[in-house]
């Protein structure tokens, strides 16, 4: 049970990287503006965040993996 909560977070946190890449090389965002409860958008704002942060991160560590000899 436990691990499969820990497998369904890691992919949630996949899905939002992966939405805030598609972010940042078009530009197009999710219309939180059209969720007519304030907590869900809150949260989804929230969830969409912790994607940026991911991404940021992934790129910090990939690009200084990629320029350090192993």
């Keep these: 049970m436990f691990g499969k909560l820990i497998h369904l977070g890691f992919d949630a946190l996949l899905i939002s990287a ?3 890449g598609i972010k940042r090389s078009t530009g197009l965002t999710l219309a939180l ?3 007519p409860n304030k907590d869900m958008r809150q949260l ?3 969830y969409l ?3 940026e942060y ?3 991160f992934a790129v910090v560590i990939f690009g200084v993996r990629h320029h350090r000899p192993l």
């Design 49 to 51: 965040e912790m994607g």
């Design 33 to 35: 503006a059209r969720v």
């Design 44 to 46: 989804l704002r929230s």
């Design 18 to 20: 992966f939405l805030a």
């Design 54 to 56: 991911t991404f940021d």
